[in-house]
Nanobody
Framework: QVHLAESGGGLVQAGGSLRLSCAAS????????LGWFRQAPEKEREFVAF???????FHAGSVKGRFTVSRDNAKNTMYLQMNSLKPEDTAVYFC?????????????????WGQGTQVTVSS
């Protein structure tokens, strides 16, 4: 009943933009830190960005200046605006939520996960 669902992935050319959404249902997530992670085939899951319950944000160095994470608590939704996309951004993107215990940069801290949405950037 409590779940997260990503949408907005797709195929784009290098330099293009995509906006991912993560819709939560079953309960409010307004009190949780929400994060984005990505995983390329045969690679480790990588932290991308998070937004805290109070709206503070942090972005990984590899995406800083290109990606922007935000949230709309009225819609129980988190977003990831991705600009200036590069082929190395190609991955499955996951959204997740946790109760602010542990590091927001660590996937091990999160206790709710979506199914993921594929982002493919062609050169």
């Amino acid at each position: 009943q409590v779940h997260l669902a990503e949408s907005g992935g797709g195929l784009v050319q290098a330099g293009g933009s995509l906006r991912l959404s993560c819709a939560a249902s079953g309960r409010t997530f307004s009190d949780k830190t929400l994060g984005w992670f990505r995983q390329a085939p045969e690679k480790e899951r990588e932290f991308v960005a998070f937004v805290t319950a109070t709206g503070g944000t942090f972005h990984a160095g590899s995406v800083k200046g290109r990606f922007t994470v935000s949230r709309d608590n009225a819609k129980n939704t988190m977003y990831l605006q991705m600009n200036s996309l590069k082929p190395e951004d190609t991955a499955v993107y996951f959204c997740a939520a946790y109760d602010n215990s542990g590091s927001g940069m660590s996937a091990r801290s999160y206790n709710y996960w979506g199914q993921g949405t594929q982002v493919t950037v062609s050169s």
